[in-house]
């Protein structure tokens, strides 16, 4: 065996992914989550395994186990979940890091935070590099999960320097793959579903604001290099994303394309504080880690059309 591993938002659509290749690789998993976003669905067909563990469990509450990695992904992701209760997102990303930390500290092991390029709100600085402060509205309706997520990273930085606790930070960039919420509301599914039943494709502005869209599998790989870099200076944070950028716009025509949809593309409000422009420089990962991205997006995009299809 080789680590005992606890993943946090495990049942998630990315902690899925990372729990499946861990074990893959021949650790023993737990997966916590409190079926918030995520399902047991999503982690089913690893329940037979012996080395996995799935485990009912808020991480606002502490959590104790014996365990030599830890991964804390636990947090809703999507605008639509993470706005739908606001102060519970900033209590999972603020009092879950305490409580992740704190368990990393009594068992002295290293623990990954899948930060966001969220922390760099609407950015000023394009592509954007791990150096840029941000540009983050504290009051608007974005900011429990963008500034939560950034006092997460101060928390983990603290621990470090004060504690010498082995912290390792991730930047995500938009990531889609199978096993995204349906209904999530971000914008790969949002899309894909609208496309698939031929229904309106729902383009928010003019559809000229930019993301840069990795496929999962990538994250997972960024995910574990970082864990296991064994410098543990190296804390990062590392930015982990795909360069290639996309309009919003060209995003839904491919969709439209891809899936032989009817759909129409219709426009509708921009929300509040929706960044315009979003890509990664990854030079980082790509000197530490040896990381870059291999999925290019109609190939994750074909993917992750099979997936939502065999919803329908
Ligand atoms: P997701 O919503 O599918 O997964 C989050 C998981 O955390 C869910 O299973 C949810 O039930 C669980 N969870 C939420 N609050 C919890 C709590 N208090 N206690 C225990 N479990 C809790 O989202 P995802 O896309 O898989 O994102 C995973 C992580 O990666 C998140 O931390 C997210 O902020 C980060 N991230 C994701 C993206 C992306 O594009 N997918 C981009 C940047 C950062
Ligand atoms: N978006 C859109 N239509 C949708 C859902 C999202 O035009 O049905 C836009 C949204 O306004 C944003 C981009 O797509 O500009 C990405 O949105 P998502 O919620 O996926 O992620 P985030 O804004 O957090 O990057």
């Known amino acids: 065996m080789k680590n005992k591993i606890l993943v946090t938002g495990g049942a998630g659509f990315v902690g899925s992914h990372l729990c499946e290749r861990l074990l893959k690789e021949g650790n023993e998993v737990i997966a916590v989550d409190n079926f918030f976003t995520g399902s047991k669905d999503n982690v089913l067909h690893l329940l037979d395994n012996p080395y996995?563990?799935?485990v009912r469990h808020d991480i606002t509450m502490p959590f104790f186990?014996?365990?030599?990695?830890?991964?804390?992904?636990?947090?809703?992701?999507?605008?639509?979940?993470?706005?739908?209760?606001a102060i519970k997102t900033?209590?999972?990303?603020?009092?879950?890091?305490?409580?992740?930390l704190g368990l990393a500290k009594r068992k002295n092991a290293t623990i990954l935070q899948a930060s966001t390029?969220?922390?760099?709100?609407?950015?000023?600085?394009?592509?954007?590099?791990?150096?840029?402060?941000?540009?983050?509205?504290?009051i608007g309706i974005r900011s429990c999960y963008d500034e939560g997520k950034r006092v997460a990273e101060t928390l983990f930085v603290n621990y470090h320097t004060q504690n010498n606790v082995k912290i390792k930070i991730i930047r995500i960039f938009n990531t889609y793959g199978p096993r995204m919420h349906p209904n999530d509301g971000r914008v790969v599914s949002n899309f894909i579903m609208q496309a698939l039943r031929n229904k309106d494709i729902t383009v928010y502005g003019e559809g000229n604001q930019t993301r840069s869209f990795q496929y999962v599998d990538d994250l997972v790989e960024g995910m574990i290099r970082m864990v296991n870099n064994t410098d543990d200076s190296f804390?990062?944070?590392?930015?982990?994303?795909?360069?290639?950028?996309f309009t919003i716009l060209q995003l839904a025509e491919k969709i439209i394309e891809l899936t032989n949809s009817k759909s129409k593309i219709v426009y509708q409000p921009l929300p509040q504080d929706d960044p315009m422009q979003r890509q990664p420089d990854i030079s980082l990962a790509k000197e530490k880690l040896n990381w870059t991205p291999k999925v290019p997006l109609n190939e994750g995009l074909i993917k992750t059309i099979a997936y939502f299809k065999s919803l329908i």
């Open 90 to 100: 900033v209590k999972t990303s603020v009092m879950g890091a305490i409580n992740m």
């Open 52 to 54: 996995f563990e799935l």
């Open 117 to 138: 390029s969220e922390v760099y709100g609407d950015p000023k600085i394009h592509p954007q590099p791990e150096s840029y402060w941000g540009h983050v509205n504290p």
């Open 65 to 85: 186990a014996e365990i030599d990695q830890i991964y804390n992904l636990a947090c809703p992701a999507s605008p639509v979940h993470y706005q739908y209760n």
């Open 235 to 245: 804390t990062g944070p590392v930015n982990i994303g795909n360069l290639g950028e």
